[in-house]
């Protein structure tokens, strides 16, 4: 039972790179997420996407994009990256935006020199 | 104020012991409340919805003060395992996921 499976697991990127962080989930899940954890900061929403075929800003948007492929999958863009999107980043999902609680990936470990 | 704000602790009890620990909300129109748990370098799991009612699962009981803004966690009985930071979650009425909010979390932290 996969659940939520992110890839990759590790990076290192060189300011200015670009890259593409994965996101599949199989629970038939609704609604996606892209949070980024900092140390002292919990999880702030990047972008998500409450159903197939819309995404929407969420706390920290800024030098990310994101496409919603299809129901399973979502991922997240960085078109030219920053020190200091250096984080982990996690994807969840949930049956609903709503009211409903999140299933999170096992997270993507980020570093921008 | 932030929106939901969480004692980081860490809270260092020996195993065996009870403890608990609150996080306070200011959006008063929240519905639904959780709590998570996070190991060190791992993804948040789900620990346990709380309900208005309030609701046990085993060791760990979950309640809703909707007077005063909080939530609470308690763990009877601790054990070496529950060693983790208790993250709640907090969203807010008809709103959109971009006001489901993560508490930074409290650290606990069991000694045998």
């Known amino acids: 039972n996969a659940g939520v499976t992110q890839t990759p697991k590790f990076q290192v990127l060189k300011t200015g790179q670009s890259m593409t962080l994965q996101c599949a989930q199989d629970?038939?899940?609704?609604?996606m997420y892209w949070y980024r954890q900092d140390p002292g900061m919990g999880l702030r929403l990047i972008y998500y996407?409450?159903?197939?075929?819309?995404?929407d800003k969420g706390e920290v948007p800024n030098g990310y994009n994101v496409s919603r492929l299809n129901k399973r999958e979502f991922s997240l863009r960085l078109e030219s990256a920053a020190p200091s999107q250096t984080s982990v980043y996690f994807c969840?999902?949930?049956?609903?935006?709503?009211?409903?609680?999140?299933?999170f990936g096992d997270g993507t470990r980020l570093s921008i020199l | 104020r932030k929106e939901v704000e969480q004692d980081p602790g860490p809270f260092n009890v020996p195993e065996g012991a009870t403890v608990a620990f609150n996080c306070t909300y200011s959006?008063?129109?929240?519905?639904?409340f959780f709590w998570y748990r996070q190991d060190c370098r791992k993804e948040p799991k789900l620990l346990m919805s709380?309900?208005?009612s309030g609701n046990e699962d085993g060791r760990f009981t979950a309640q809703l003060n909707r007077a005063s803004q909080y939530i609470s966690l308690l763990i009877r009985d601790s054990k070496l395992s529950d060693s983790a930071t208790y993250l709640c979650?907090?969203?807010?009425?008809?709103?959109?996921?971009?006001?489901?909010?993560f508490g930074s979390g409290t650290r606990l932290s069991i000694r045998p």
């Open positions: 969840a999902s949930s049956e609903a935006a709503n009211n409903q609680p999140q299933h």
């Open positions: 629970m038939n899940h609704n609604s």
């Open positions: 996407s409450a159903s197939e075929g819309t995404t």
């Open positions: 959006n008063s129109a929240s519905q639904s």
């Open positions: 709380v309900y208005s």
């Open positions: 979650v907090v969203n807010g009425r008809y709103s959109s996921a971009s006001k489901i909010i």
